[in-house]
């Protein structure tokens, strides 16, 4: 059995080393357009998404892609209070890379601008994953113009900076954090990385009104804006703020980069078609997108299921129809807890807004006692 994978980033890494996991003779060839990561930006790695619905067999290899990736064993992870830990995706893909070449998967770079390339090119192929994602073209190849459902949350640009450890070691933490993030205007919540090479990363979230966020133009993970000139006046004076009360000072920082993100939910309108007599799947952003650090964790899941339904069954037609039922199932779930996170971000968000106009009518208040 030869699969393609297009796309080998965090969740088609994933993928591939699941499928052969769980199918050993497996080909499972990755095809990625570029030859070094463009992404940096810190992500959030739930403990269950490493092991819910993943292969229960684990030797030397996943020892090493857990130590090497997170800096725990598998069972340290397993016996860990903490469920969530912060990793770059740089970090992430790097040791995901090691792994899956480990086991016997190929990388190939190269870019798949259609799935008649692996159609053609790649006859054997008997089965294509498509991990390339939120803006596919073989999504909407596989299923055509209305291939997603989307809505939108929030609008977020984030920030992302390196500290020395010792630096990071003198900035405020817990309720003093906190109390710092409570005097920005912007609502903004702060993730530090773990310690690596004598660095830490600092990565702020602001989340801005639509207003905002199209005054910053063009600003993304791959290109973002450097530097604090041509930001958003309000933004710009919140990052002073935030970097003053902790003390810090721009000699200390290392370049600041600026990236928008728009936090929606939407989802493909299947999760596998056949094209050309050839099933294809969806994982990852390809298949669906949820905010919140959910994303890698929710493809990650997704990976794990493909690869077993892969495994046990060699009648793709009935492949493609359980993943479907499953894929619906893990969005509804995915959805329902997003927009409950939604809600509580709103209602603070609300909270925030009556605390500063509270506090200024107390000192106004006092001013005219004065």
Known sequence: MHIAIIGAGPVGLW????????SPDAQVTLFERYDEYKRHHVVSIQRSSL???????????????????LGYTRNQLRSRPMNRLFVPTSAIESSLKKCALALGCAIVVRHIASLDDICD???DVEQIVIANGAHSTLRKQLLGEDDV????LQYVVEMKTYVSEEVADSMETGMVARRIASRLKTMTFEYRGRPK???VGITLRFFVDKEGFDALGEASFKQPHIGINGLP???????????????????????????????SVYHATRFANSYRGKPCFLVGDAAMGVPYFRALNSGWVMGSRLA??????????????RYNAYGKVHQ????????????????YADLRKLYRRLTLANKQQKEMVL
């Open 149 to 152: 459902h989307s809505e939108s």
């Open 233 to 263: 006046e309000e933004l710009a004076q919140d990052v002073r703020v935030y970097w003053t009360m902790h003390g810090l000072d721009e000699g200390m920082l290392e370049t600041l980069s600026f990236s928008k993100l728009q936090l």
């Open 15 to 22: 993928t591939a080393i699941q499928i052969k996991k769980r």
């Open 332 to 347: 509804s779930a995915e959805f329902a807890l997003a927009k409950q996170k939604n809600g509580l971000l709103n209602r």
């Open 121 to 123: 090119l790649y006859p």
């Open 197 to 199: 090479a004598g660095r």
């Open 51 to 69: 092991f819910f619905g993943a292969s229960p067999h684990h030797d030397e290899h996943d020892q090493r892609l857990f130590h090497e990736m």
């Open 308 to 321: 077993h339904l892969i495994g046990m069954d060699t009648d793709s037609e009935k492949t493609v129809r």
